[in-house]
């Protein structure tokens, strides 16, 4: 049984939609983007999902209960870190920890988490000394506390330094292995094609794609083949190829849907020449590519 379902969410204040009949499943044990430029959806949809805000329409399971009426005993099995949360400054990270898991009928121990959070040097630290990355850190290690079988994350890596970004993503890597599943937002294209099992996007409360990034990167999206001709070759010489080719100069530049087969097609014509295709490189799009064509952003 998937861990999410949902058909036909719809949310609606006054006569704006900002839900507007989404339907998505969630596998266990994968992690799940929710993409979307603000105003999106993603927020509504996410609160439906935890449980703090009404539906108007639409079906929402989340590890067999229903968010709105699953009390106490859903809330057990989930863990939610949101963007911002407040603490009590006069707590160190160990007594805050111990708190946290004592809401939980089945809790992880709380240096076990501090550790695996990176905050062990901090333990015994009054929260009120932490930077901004460190306590970034704590509010992953409270949605960790008790033990949660389905982990909302919510721009987990804002404000992370580029090393601090790669630790947390070994984390919520490590916690996919355990078979924690993740719904996860970010503006972060790059850490969503990293982590993500599959994605959704979102646009104006309506769902416009979903798919393993991959997939929606290949889906109607071409590549880009360039090389330098050989010597003494011009780009009438070049075998019959699937894609447009443009050459400036020397260099020749080829848009396909068919990379594989180009590139296959290229290197048999130059090792049977007996010659080399320098600065032969093949570049896909990036999910940032494709997710701003599906939300109808240009980049400027």
């Known amino acids: 049984m998937s861990a999410v379902i949902v058909q036909g969410l719809t949310k609606t204040y006054g006569t704006v939609k900002a839900v507007d009949e989404v339907s998505f499943t969630v596998e266990r044990g994968e992690v799940f983007a929710l993409l979307g430029p603000n105003g999106a959806g993603k927020t509504t949809t996410v609160e ?5 805000r009404d539906r108007d329409a639409g079906e929402v399971s989340v590890l067999g209960f229903d968010p709105a009426t699953g009390g106490r005993g859903y809330r057990e099995h989930i863990g939610i870190v949101l ?4 603490f009590e400054e006069e707590f160190s990270v160990v007594e805050l920890l111990r708190l946290y898991a004592g809401f939980y009928p089945c809790p992880r121990d709380p240096d076990e988490v501090i550790e695996q959070v990176g905050l062990k040097d901090k333990r015994d630290a009054r929260v009120r000394t932490l930077s901004g990355g460190q306590r970034r850190r704590l509010d992953l290690a409270l949605g960790l506390a008790g033990r949660p079988e389905l982990l909302f994350l919510d721009e987990p890596t804002t404000g992370f330094d580029p090393s601090a970004r790669h630790r947390a993503w070994e984390l919520i890597e490590g916690l996919r292995s355990s078979g924690t599943t993740i719904l996860l937002t970010t503006h972060y294209m ?24 991959e997939a929606l990167i290949g889906a109607g999206h071409t590549s880009v083949l360039s090389f330098r001709l050989p010597a003494g070759t011009m780009p009438a010489d070049l075998p019959a190829l699937t894609g447009h080719v443009e ?7 080829i848009e396909t849907a068919q990379p594989a087969r180009d590139m296959h097609t290229l290197t048999g014509w130059a090792l049977d ?21 599906l939300v109808g952003e240009a980049t400027s």
């Open 190 to 213: 790059d850490e969503a094609q990293h982590l993500a099992d599959r994605v959704a996007v979102l646009r104006e409360g309506r769902l416009v794609a979903a798919g393993a990034p």
């Open 83 to 86: 963007q911002e949360a407040g």
């Open 48 to 52: 439906i999902l935890e449980g703090h």
């Open 247 to 253: 050459a400036r100069g020397p260099v020749v530049s």
């Open 273 to 293: 020449r007996g010659t080399e295709l320098t600065s032969l490189t093949l570049a896909r799009p990036s999910l940032e590519e494709v997710y701003l064509d």
